[in-house]
């Protein structure tokens, strides 16, 4: 392999594995707070929409950064208020909007646009190179010559990883997902902790999603998350709940997949679809690998009674 | 252990007297209280509903109607609709029984598609001479082993690595789709279709028809078997028994010195055979073939299934009758009226949430 083409994988590696990173924060800062983040894959999904449809209107693609921002957060709301309020079951509650994230992104495309499968076109963000530092061997390409949401998701890491382990919010944020009563004894409210935390992953979610639709294909078409927001909460798991561990994760389901495209065009005697499987077989392989040593946060899926 | 929450709404009794046990077993599900409030989430989705098809532009009134006739307004359309309903209520038996010892197995989708390749294998392969009978119950008995089997990989993963159960069902739905494709694509593709598909069964390897003239198959009298066994298995023996003390608290179970890992097994070994039963049933009652992608969706659906019914297996009779009618209707609506079909996603979704809401205040109710 000559280095342009190292070159190039990396840099896809890297673009793949950025949409994936924005789930796995916002569903890594939900799971902290204690509640299961199965559902950012709808929030992702109607990110993806909720971005197209506002950058399609306004022709800006900040404007659809923003309303996929509050997309995420529509559908998190959902979670919140079942979860929270309600004491719905947190994982088939989380299912339950996936469900609904389809149906309903599906339902207003073709409401809103008539016909039966309507197109959407947007231009995608293009690369921002970043002067000088573009211009390094293979680090320049991989790194620095890369779309704004690329920079965005990496950077994001850092302020995620500081505001849990370094900040009080933080910390009550993780007494309310590993032990809500201790934490409602010294004064918070679990369930307003546990809300704020369900909205701020569905905005990262829908962020997420707005990398697909605005980034990486410059349309919305149905179930187009197709199952991220899953890979993601795996890279979360095989991260176990750490954020420089998710983005490891998330950078090795990245890597994979952009083998996967890739693999194809090297005339190597894998089929499509078995490739494919690699990224779902290696997330379950790693987490079996892993096992119980899993640092779950003690009092995820439970809800929170005030007695 | 992982507590997924408030799934199970009724602790199991301690000393269950068989007639107690039973009288819980009609309450439980079939209660007024529960009845009313599933139905209460299934009226509320439909409202809501009802508002999206106005945003449309379209009348709710005629797209319901258009709905209903779609269900029922012919015998083609009632066949139809109780083919679509067969797979639900058979994969939500499996469900419902996994939750109610709070494994929440949501990998229905990869049992069925692994069962849809296993009996399409035994019908594509088995000599021509084989009478249709024995092939059938070879190909059905093959769908159950291999849906079966992948379950316990999920379960084997869970108990041995104590790796949360919703992910590994839910990775090794992937897994199983693809797999689909994969054997089309080498072993069993048909050669120069467009679609990825494999060659049709021959005619002994098609399930019988239960009403002449139309394509009703008897796979519906699977599921209404199903239905009636999964209740005796939970309701009436020491296994059922065990599953709700599992279900109702780990530690409890584990003092009374039941086998948590082993009572896990083996209700995710049944689920998976219902599971690949109905994608055996799937491919040589409706298709009569395999085809790419049968079984995407039907995982979350058999989901949906087992808790609008209450986690009752009986209950998932009419549940995945509501759901597979309710299908069936909206794809109508969507020929006749317009309205997309997509919205059956969104009344599934909604009736989700609310009956889950509603079965989680019911849990907080009691304890006070």
Known sequence: MDLATLAELLSATLRISTPLLFAAMGGLISERAGTFAVGIEGMMLAGAFGGALAALLTGSSAAGLVASLFAGMALALVVALATTRFRADQMVTGLAVNILALGLT???????FGGRTPVIRLPTLPAWPVPLLGDIPLLGPVLFRQPPLVYLGFLLVVPV???????????????????????????????????LAILAGGAFAGLGGAVLSLQ???TFTDGMTNGRGFIALAAIIVGRWNPFGAMAGCL???????????????????????????????????????????????????????? | MLDPG????????????PRADRLRGLLAGGGAQTFGLTLGAIVLALVITAGLILLAGKNPVTAYGALLRGAFGSLDRLAFALNKSTPYIITGVGVALCFRAK????????????????????????????????????????GAAAGALWALLAAFVFIKRNVHEVLCTLLLNFVGVLLVSEVLHAPLGEEGAGFPQSPLF????????????????????????????GHVLLWRTTFGFRLRILGASRPAAAYVGLSAARSTALVMAIAGALAGLAGGIEVSGVHNRLIEG?????????????????LNPLAVLPAGLFLGFLEAGTLAMQREVGVPSSLVYVIEGLMMVFVLCAVGMGAHNRKV
């Open chain 1, 216 to 218: 990486e294909v410059g």
């Open chain 1, 106 to 112: 599906s339902f207003l495309l073709r409401g809103l």
């Open chain 1, 161 to 195: 990883a500081l505001y849990l382990a370094k900040t009080k919010s933080g910390l009550m944020l993780r007494a309310v997902g590993e032990n809500p009563e201790a934490a409602f004894a010294v004064g918070t409210d679990p369930q307003r902790v546990r809300t």
């Open chain 2, 294 to 310: 049968f079984s995407h969706g039907f995982g979350f659906n058999a989901v949906a299934v087992a808790l609008i019914a209450g």
């Open chain 2, 103 to 142: 494994v929440i197995n949501i990998g229905g989708e990869g049992q069925i598609a692994l069962g849809g390749i296993a009996a399409s294998f035994v019908v594509l392969m088995a000599p021509a001479s084989l009478p249709a009978p024995l092939l059938l119950s070879l190909a059905m008995l093959a």
């Open chain 2, 6 to 17: 408030p799934l199970v709404p009724r602790p199991a009794p301690a000393a269950p007297t």
């Open chain 2, 202 to 229: 021959p005619r002994a390897g098609w399930l019988p028809g239960l009403i002449a003239g139309t394509d009703l198959h008897i796979g519906i009298l699977f599921a209404v078997a199903a239905a009636v066994l």
């Open chain 1, 252 to 307: 090795l389901f990245g890597a994979v997949a952009a083998l996967e495209s890739r693999i194809q065009g090297w005339g190597l005697p894998v089929s499509s679809y078995v490739v494919q499987m690699v990224p779902y077989l290696v997330a379950l392989g790693l987490l079996a690998g892993i096992g119980r040593s899993s640092k779950m946060p003690g009092a995820i899926g439970a809800p929170f009674l005030r007695h």
